[in-house]
């Protein structure tokens, strides 16, 4: 089975740039979160999704960014302008609702760096 | 004050050292503990789950304490294929449909040398 899917891996874009992330769960998961790891604050919940409805937004840091899941199998995460402080690995990690299960699944994350 | 609190390390340790993490967590309310393990420039994977009664995977024990909101996790044997960072995470709720995010801690990096 193909795991979380995140593209692009890599991404390098000027200041003032529009940037979008985009992740494909796991086929079956429907919850879906949106994380930023950076060297200074670690891993960071940005926001998170239940059956394409966003739950908890309170992680995204500001207008700046937005995210979407207009469907199942698709996300979004934007971000509009970016600057150079958004640099970092944005990861997005799916798991099933209702099902028993302990582990979240990271994709292998989008390395941004914002010049 | 961090959510999950852990020694970054780095703990550099010799091939077969026995090392232990410890993580603290300032929710009294969590209710679902784990050990994530991040290989350099890779996503974080699940190591265990930890439970109030303590439980093992191998050379891998978990600990946690209710009462001092404390979370361990003790390598024996430890080997250069476990240098990493562990991460302790929390999360306040897991048992019903609408699941929690993970709350994770800054990680704690391990490094075994030959």
């Known amino acids: 089975d193909a795991g979380v899917i995140q593209s692009p891996r890599h991404e390098v874009t000027e200041m003032g740039q529009e940037v979008t992330l985009r992740c494909k769960p796991i086929s079956g998961h429907n919850s879906l979160f949106w994380y930023r790891q950076t060297m200074m604050r670690g891993l960071e919940l940005l926001i998170y999704?239940?059956?394409?409805?966003?739950?908890?937004d309170s992680g995204m840091p500001e207008d700046r960014f937005s995210a979407k899941m207009p469907n199942a199998s698709f996300s979004t995460l934007k971000i509009q302008p970016s600057e150079p402080r958004d640099s970092a690995v944005y990861f997005c990690?799916?798991?099933?609702?209702?099902?028993?299960?302990?582990?979240?699944?990271f994709g292998p994350g989008t390395r941004l760096t914002v010049l | 004050r961090k959510e999950v609190e852990q020694d970054p390390g780095p703990f550099n340790v010799p091939e077969g050292a026995t090392v232990a993490f410890n993580c603290t967590y300032s929710n009294s309310a969590s209710q679902s503990f784990f050990w994530y393990r991040q290989d350099c420039r890779k996503e974080p994977k699940l190591l265990m789950s930890?439970?109030?009664s303590g439980n093992e995977d191998g050379r891998f024990t978990a600990q946690l304490n209710r009462a001092s909101q404390y979370i361990s996790l003790l390598i024996r044997d430890s080997k250069l294929s476990d240098s990493a960072t562990y991460l302790c995470?929390?999360?306040?709720?897991?048992?019903?449909?609408?699941?929690?995010?993970?709350?994770f801690g800054s990680g704690t990096r391990l490094q075994v040398q030959p």
């Open positions: 930890v439970y109030s």
């Open positions: 995470v929390v999360t306040p709720k897991i048992r019903d449909t609408g699941r929690r995010a993970l709350t």
């Open positions: 990690a799916s798991y099933p609702l209702g099902v028993p299960t302990n582990e979240q699944f």
């Open positions: 999704f239940n059956n394409n409805v966003p739950i908890d």
